[in-house]
């Protein structure tokens, strides 16, 4: 009898154990290197491809290291690469990671943020972040991806809540290094924001901006989002990391790629909105060739222009 109670014993200890040890991540198998952008800034850079390819890996993320801590932009698209992120960011710095600031809430961005949060890291989030996670797009997005990106992102992974939500731009100044929040509003997602670095003068832009491939717009507000584009000062920029894709050798260039992309598509659709033309029809008579060669063309650009056209109707209807 006594054997047996301390056999039971025994097992509660090591349920106990498991209870209280911190959680283990499948290990990813795909290739992520820090690269230095500036003085302080460093990114990793996400393969291109469809969500699901290269375990998932296909969003940037970055962090700049200061004398106080880290502070990390975005948390990539499972808790097992942002374990990777963290290894990277081991290899050069020691310091604590104390901020973990999340541009926009979409799955590959995200499902990092678990894990920054375990080390303690304050979480901040624009606001329109809720309309996403508490929506049914966000959860049924995430079973999803516990199936389709499994192991990498299954039952243990949850959609992280902010710690703090912004209204508006905020500056802070961490080990020497000023940082500036911009709260560019629902623009991409329900809520965009960027991070500037301003000793280097190097953006973090998120999916506002995207290196060399049709941006996937989504839900967001084109008119909104163009307007944004257009008064960014990108000249005084050293550096800048999109979403996705490689950081900007020549910021300007990056952002007028995406800019003539919104403009042409509003352009075009928006003359058809005026006309009454159907889409099909508005679709098939639009020459795509200035984009079409471009990364995701085939798979956003349809999506994207229906988008639009239907939002450029409703903008119709409000003026
Ligand atoms: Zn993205």
């Known amino acids: 009898m006594m054997g047996y109670i301390k056999y039971l014993f025994l097992i509660g200890l090591l349920f106990t154990n498991n ?3 911190a959680p283990e991540y499948a290990a990813s198998g795909v290739e992520m290197k820090a690269v ?3 003085e302080h800034v460093w990114y990793v850079k996400g393969a291109s491809g469809a969500a699901t390819e290269n375990e998932g890996f296909i969003s940037n993320s970055g962090f700049v290291i200061t004398e106080e801590g880290v502070v990390v932009y975005d948390a990539l698209g499972s808790p097992s690469l942002a374990q990777q992120l963290i290894a ?9 990671i104390v901020k973990l600031i999340l541009g926009h809430y979409h799955a590959d961005h995200i499902y990092g943020a678990q894990v920054f949060k375990e080390l303690g890291a304050e979480i901040i989030a624009p606001v329109g ?9 966000g959860i049924n997005r995430l079973e999803e991806r516990r199936i389709s990106l499994y192991p990498w992102v299954d039952d243990d992974t949850y959609i992280v809540k902010p710690d703090r939500l912004l209204d508006k731009a905020e500056t802070f100044t961490l080990g020497g290094i000023t940082f500036l929040i911009n709260v560019v509003g629902p623009a991409h997602s329900d809520g965009d924001m960027t991070l500037y670095i301003e000793n280097d003068r190097v953006l973090f832009s998120g999916d506002l901006i995207f290196e060399g491939r049709v941006p996937y717009l989504g839900s967001s507000d084109t008119r909104f989002w163009l307007k944004t584009l257009e008064k960014m000062e990108m000249q005084s920029l050293q550096g800048l990391v999109p979403g996705h894709g490689a950081a900007a050798k020549e910021p300007a260039k990056t952002v007028s790629l995406t800019r003539r992309y919104l403009a ?3 352009e075009k659709m928006g003359a058809a909105v ?3 033309e159907a889409f099909d029809e508005a ?20 999506k994207n ?6 939002s450029m109707e409703a903008e119709a209807l409000e003026d």
């Open 88 to 96: 990277e960011i081991r290899k050069v710095t020691n310091k604590p």
């Open 283 to 302: 679709y098939k008579q639009t020459d795509w060739s200035e984009f079409a060669n471009l990364p995701a063309f085939k798979e956003a650009n349809r």
């Open 19 to 21: 209870l209280f040890a």
């Open 274 to 276: 005026e006309e009454l």
């Open 36 to 38: 230095q952008v500036s």
């Open 129 to 137: 972040v809720y309309k996403y996670i508490d929506s049914d797009v």
């Open 305 to 310: 222009a229906y988008q639009v056209y239907l």
């Open 264 to 266: 042409f598509i509003r």
